[in-house]
């Protein structure tokens, strides 16, 4: 008697344990972390990436909101994609961490969730491409077009064009927001009691869980707008177009370094008191431009292996010899993201000088702070 009723005790928790684990498995037939990602493939590099990018934006968006950085419109544009550059590695780098180390899909949790996920990291990538463009045009002006450089290249002009570029970013992407996602219904299997006191002999009956699946419902006419259309709208978005934005501007404005050098070097032949007069707002321009040439190589180096595989595959992405392929050509594409700071180091003088400043103050600060608690 005393074991049939501790029996009668724990049949209803085996119970209730036995159907949350045949729902949870029901879910992950429908959409499985391994339909995204291959398992071996380091999981740490993502988690690696994800820091790397958070300390060395939030480091660029402090250093570009400077007053002295504010006044050039292409600092502004840097401070800005120092911002969308954020949303994107946390969203989208945040989202592979949850899949490869929990198995957890946020995006089928609720309709609610995938379709402002979707949004957003659809969104944020484009118009990290749009501002990376646009400071290649403000460049490319600035060095072409000097009279007209002087009403455009401007901060109020940057910020107009910044809100145009997230205006043109929603437009693209809105209809995440309205028909992303769909519920499916699925049959799951709930153990109930054959007896009140025998909690070993059970029944299985079936009732029906109600799914979100994050894409488009096969065979429906949303489903063939997102694959070819939009397929084709993201890769023109994200890196197509940019690459040809891109690579004019820097065409234009390596051409224009390369004259104005030549000019440079005649011009120091024929006098030396040159040399004893260098021109600092020119040098101020140049460490500008070098530094916008070397944001586009890095773009160039690290989004052209995902558009060269995406278009190759043709909808192949989650066959079992491609998934490696696509985890190191997103990741190498998150990378963009991570390591701008670095370019800048490297190739911005005022950028350096700033840092330099930036930790003196702290350190200097914090020796005060511990002067006065001694």
């Known amino acids: 008697d005393v074991l049939n009723k501790r029996r009668d005790k724990k049949a ?51 250093i570009f909101s400077h007053k002295s950085m504010r006044k050039h419109s292409t600092f502004i544009y840097l401070a800005f994609l120092s911002m969308v550059d954020l949303t994107v590695l946390t969203l989208g780098l945040g989202e592979i961490i949850l899949i490869s180390y929990f198995h957890l899909v946020v995006r089928n949790k609720s309709l609610i969730i995938c379709r402002i996920l979707s949004f957003f990291i659809y969104g944020s990538t484009h118009l990290s491409s749009f501002i990376i463009a646009s400071v290649s045009i403000d460049r490319a002006i600035a060095t072409n077009m000097i009279n007209f450089s002087k009403t455009y290249c401007t901060p109020k002009t940057a910020f107009k064009i910044i809100f145009f570029n997230i205006f043109l970013t929603a437009v693209i992407n809105f209809h995440n927001l309205i028909f992303m996602g769909h519920t499916e219904p699925t049959e799951i299997a709930n153990a109930s009691l054959a007896s009140g006191l025998d909690y070993l002999s059970q029944n299985l009956t079936k009732s029906l869980l109600t799914s979100c699946i994050c894409g488009s419902k096969k065979d429906t006419l949303y489903d063939k707008f997102l694959d070819p259309v939009f397929k084709w709208v993201d890769l023109l978005s994200y890196a197509i177009i940019p690459f040809i934005i891109m690579a004019i501007c820097t065409f234009l404005i390596t051409r224009v370094l390369f004259l104005s050098n030549k000019r440079l070097n005649r011009n120091k032949k024929q006098s030396k008191s040159l040399l004893k007069k260098p021109n600092h707002k020119s040098n101020k321009a140049k460490h500008l431009t070098y530094t916008l040439i070397t944001l586009n190589c890095l773009f160039f180096c690290l989004v052209s292996p995902l558009l060269a595989v995406l278009i190759i595959l043709k909808g192949k992405e989650t066959d079992g010899r491609n998934k490696i392929v696509i985890n ?24 350096r000088e700033l840092c330099i400043k930036l930790f003196r103050i702290k350190k200097d600060k914090l020796k005060t702070s511990c002067l006065t608690c001694k």
Request: some cysteine; overall charge negative.
């Open 12 to 62: 209803p928790k085996m119970i209730e344990k036995f159907n949350m684990t045949e729902s949870q498995n029901q879910a992950e037939k429908l959409v499985s972390f391994e339909d995204y990602f291959d398992p071996s493939f380091p999981r740490w590099i993502s988690i690696a990436l994800l820091f790397i990018g958070l300390f060395g934006n939030s480091l660029c968006l402090v």
């Open 328 to 351: 190191i050509v997103y990741l190498l594409a998150y990378s963009n993201h991570s390591f701008n700071f670095v370019l800048y180091g490297f190739s911005s003088p005022p950028f």
